[in-house]
């Protein structure tokens, strides 16, 4: 196809606006994001299209496989429209009867809608789901909703119009004062101003600069930018664009987790397309401006989300990160100026062009402006992504979006921020979401990932989780923190196997701060960070663990007895029954006994007991 | 194409050094494509013993040492073979908090499986990975190319036995 013009943007729009502004279209939007998939949504779509086939509806209805819809637990999901009614954990056994009942007769299939937790009460429409309803989708508004293979829909969805604007009628420098004046700041985690960052990478002397993209999402328990990238991958590839332009660069890479397979394929369809559209190569819109984007595929090693790794990995060496400066917008990749932003923070930059920098600050508090995605996981009714204003408070995100707490269990903290943050306790749920406000309480905003934990979590338990994962990701490079985690590892495995001494929690503390103060990098630096919030605000855990030699939350194996009280013992049985090694015998109406000698310490009667009566 | 004699590995074939020579070829000239040779000639042989390592150096023009260093770097790369299945245990926060730990513990258990080991009749890879995004269906277990869901304990056996 020839180079793409303005006039060929509002034509597709035109002809492809009736498809996705679809209140008023018939479309089923069935999810295809990776969490749909593995819980079967592609066999549910070759069936739907069968029974509409078989049914004689196939000019009538459009199936549409979507990125990821955010409701990830809920899957796999199905959104019928004109009215967007949405249908959860649609097998194939459903299909039939929707079709039948809802397609032909117009009837709604009551028990494959959502069911509020909280209520109990069927809700069919999407966007009167609690979940859906207090979120503020930008950087989401197109999931769920367009074909993610289909760069038409995209820019029906106003697409690179935003990249025709900067192009065509922005000098860089105004491009970088409308992101300064969006007051968008890096979404990776650090959230460094993005424009300032802009402006010294296009101040930086030199005719070849570099923009990319950090698609490494390692933050365990974050997945916005995979959903991003399966959802709308063309909004991050404007957003290259127009950093591109921002800055002068030519080329631009993407550094996409290897273990995101989905969206790298999706990513790479798009990059086709653009290309094909003349979006993407020389003289973009007639323009003079060149640029292209190449995928470059992560190899597993966490800290090459720091941004000098995730150049060195990209140079084909071992991803270790150098000191600054020279800074990356001075000296970056193969030693030229290049700017790294998240797949978030591009991903809302064709908005901020399109729609000024103003617009885009309307929202947010006074140090954080716009909206930020979280993904809400764990102990939650709700589980998925959640975007929502800054400044919103987590008690908002984890119970009106989310739904709360599952059972009967109670809330006992939320973990913000990823290996780096930290553990907020129910004290601190009315803190806004904002970058300053998180911090004093002793996290960090991360990348976005909130797990919220339930009163069956230990928290000395919790560290140890995250001091194992930094201690083995640690690159090795600089002593305090390649050392230093290693030794607050094994102060906590002590505490966790019951060989604390009261003089460890001096030492946790002491050793966090010199690696907070003397480690080479962010993932250092951050390290102590979970360990410092949880003695903060669960020392009494700790001190249960070291003096008492009790795991409260009866989750660290080596505290447990593995015995059975039989005064709560209802003898049910269903220890005995469950137990993998055959060492628990039961008789009716006399309470389990469990063989030490039998028992491998699996938990796994621990998790089947109602009655708490495994101690 | 420069020939280039091939070492003697009794897990590679003369058809799996041709495609290695392709994929090394292809990439020479483009810099800092070592990862990206190494991940394509391990998806070839299915991991990376040493003598493959040597020949991708001098195929590369550069140093066994450079080369080794980033195989060892990079948790992607493994230097023993791997069982016809690879199970991988997400262990990332959110499937931390749902259990994974006692699902883990159950299949090292019943299949006498260490973190990062193979069973002996190379049915069966355990690894341990960081989190796959798929929180949403924590805890998370992805066998090959599989994602299952949700997989609390006693669900393993069900599971595994599909995989023969």
């Given at each position: 196809m020839a180079k793409t013009t303005l006039e060929d943007l509002k034509r597709i729009k035109e002809n492809t606006s009736a498809r996705v502004e679809s209140k008023n279209a018939k479309s089923l939007l069935i999810c295809g994001g990776t969490g749909c998939h593995a819980t079967g949504s592609i066999p549910v779509k070759e069936m739907l299209i069968e029974e509409i086939a078989n049914r004689g509806l196939n000019d009538q209805y459009n199936i549409i496989e979507t990125g990821?819809?955010?409701?990830?637990?809920?899957?796999?999901i199905l959104v019928v429209h004109p009215d967007g009614v949405f249908y959860e954990k649609v097998s194939k056994k459903n299909i039939e009867e929707i079709v039948e009942?809802?397609?032909?007769?117009?009837?709604?299939?009551?028990?494959?809608l959502y069911k509020d937790p909280v209520s109990k009460k069927r809700i069919p429409l999407q966007d009167d789901i609690p979940f859906f309803a207090h979120q503020m989708p930008r950087?989401?508004?197109?999931k769920g909703l367009i074909?993610?293979?289909s760069i038409d829909e995209y820019i029906a969805r106003d697409g690179y119009q935003g990249a025709h604007k900067a192009l065509t009628g922005m000098p860089p420098e105004e491009i970088i004062e409308q992101v300064k004046i969006s007051g968008m700041?890096?979404?990776?985690?650090?959230?460094?101003p993005t424009g300032v960052k802009w402006d010294f990478a296009g101040k930086s002397e030199g005719s070849v600069k570099y923009v990319l993209c950090?698609?490494?999402?390692?933050?365990?328990?974050?997945?916005m930018d995979r959903s991003i990238l399966e959802a709308d991958p063309h909004a991050v590839i404007e957003g290259m664009i127009i950093a591109a332009k921002a800055i002068n660069a030519s080329q631009g890479y993407i550094y996409a987790r290897t273990e995101y397979p989905l969206a790298i394929r999706r990513l790479q369809t798009a990059i086709d397309h653009a290309r094909e559209y003349g979006?993407?190569?020389?003289d973009i819109f007639g323009s003079g401006f060149s640029f292209d984007i190449d995928i470059y595929q992560g190899a597993?090693?966490?800290?090459?989300?720091e941004e000098t790794a995730l150049m060195r990995s990209i140079e084909g060496k071992r991803g270790m990160p150098r000191p600054r400066p020279p800074f990356p917008a001075q000296?970056?990749?193969?030693e030229k100026p290049t700017i790294l932003n998240n797949v978030e923070t591009l991903a809302n930059i064709p908005q901020i062009i399109l729609n000024g920098g103003e617009w885009y600050a309307a929202v947010g508090t006074e140090t954080s402006k716009g909206t930020k995605v979280f993904a809400v996981s764990g102990d939650v009714n709700n589980i998925g992504l959640v975007e929502v204003?800054?400044?919103?408070s987590l008690r908002t995100i984890i119970?009106?979006?989310?739904?709360?707490?599952?059972?009967k269990r109670k809330f006992k903290a939320v973990q913000l921020g990823g290996p780096s943050g930290g553990c907020i306790p129910?004290?601190?749920?009315?803190?806004?979401?904002?970058y300053e406000e998180i911090a004093k309480v002793g996290a960090i905003m991360g990348s976005g990932g909130v797990i919220v934990m339930d009163e069956d979590t230990c928290m000395v338990d919790m560290a140890r989780f995250f001091m194992d994962f930094i201690q083995e990701e640690?690159?090795?490079?600089?002593?305090p923190c390649r050392e230093g985690t290693r030794r607050l590892l094994q102060i906590l495995d002590k505490i966790c196997d019951g060989r604390?001494?009261?003089?460890d929690l001096d030492a946790l503390e002491e050793l966090s701060a010199v690696i907070k103060d003397a480690a080479l990098c962010g993932l250092g630096q951050t390290a102590p960070n979970p360990v410092l919030s949880t003695i903060r605000y669960f020392k009494d855990e700790y001190l249960a663990h070291i003096n008492?030699?009790?795991c409260p939350a009866k989750r660290c194996v080596a505290l447990l007895?593995?015995?059975?009280d039989p005064e709560l013992?209802?003898?049910?049985g269903l220890c005995s029954k469950r137990c993998p090694a055959g060492a628990i015998s039961w008789e009716k109406k006399k309470p389990a006994v469990i063989d030490k000698e039998k028992c491998?310490?699996?938990m796994t009667c621990f998790s089947v007991c109602r009655y708490d009566a495994i101690f | 194409m420069v020939s280039v004699l091939h070492p003697q590995h009794p897990d590679i074939t003369n058809d799996m050094w041709n495609e290695i020579d392709e994929v090394i070829d292809g990439r020479r000239?483009?810099?800092?494509s070592v990862i990206a040779v190494l991940r394509e000639c391990q998806a070839i042989v299915g991991y990376l013993p040493v003598e493959l390592i040597d020949h991708i150096a001098t195929g590369l023009n550069l140093s066994k040492s450079r080369v080794f260093g980033v195989v060892s770097f990079?948790?992607?790369?493994?230097?023993k073979p791997k069982g016809r299945h690879t199970v991988k245990c997400c262990i990332g926060t959110a499937c931390y908090v749902k259990g994974i730990k006692e699902t883990l513990s159950r299949i090292q258990n019943e299949y006498?499986?260490?973190?990062g080991g193979t069973t002996e009749d190379r049915r069966f890879s355990l690894m341990s990975v960081r989190c796959?995004?798929?929180?949403?269906?924590?805890p998370v277990m992805v066998i090959d190319d599989d994602v299952h869901g949700d997989v609390k304990p006693d669900k393993v056996d069900a599971i595994l036995e599909q995989y023969a």
């Open positions: 990821c819809n955010g409701f990830c637990a809920m899957g796999p009942k809802h397609l032909v007769n117009g009837e709604i299939v009551e028990k494959c950087v989401l508004r197109n074909n993610p293979e700041r890096g979404r990776g985690g650090a959230g460094f950090n698609a490494d999402e390692g933050d365990p328990g974050a997945f979006l993407l190569g020389d597993g090693a966490f800290v090459c989300g000296k970056g990749l193969w204003p800054m400044g919103t119970f009106d979006i989310g739904g709360g707490i599952p059972g129910e004290q601190h749920l009315d803190t806004p979401v904002d640690s690159c090795g490079k600089c002593t604390g001494k009261p003089e008492e030699k009790r007895k593995f015995e059975i013992c209802q003898q049910c491998t310490k699996c | 000239s483009q810099p800092g990079y948790s992607l790369f493994s230097l006498k499986l260490e973190e796959l995004g798929a929180c949403g269906l924590a």
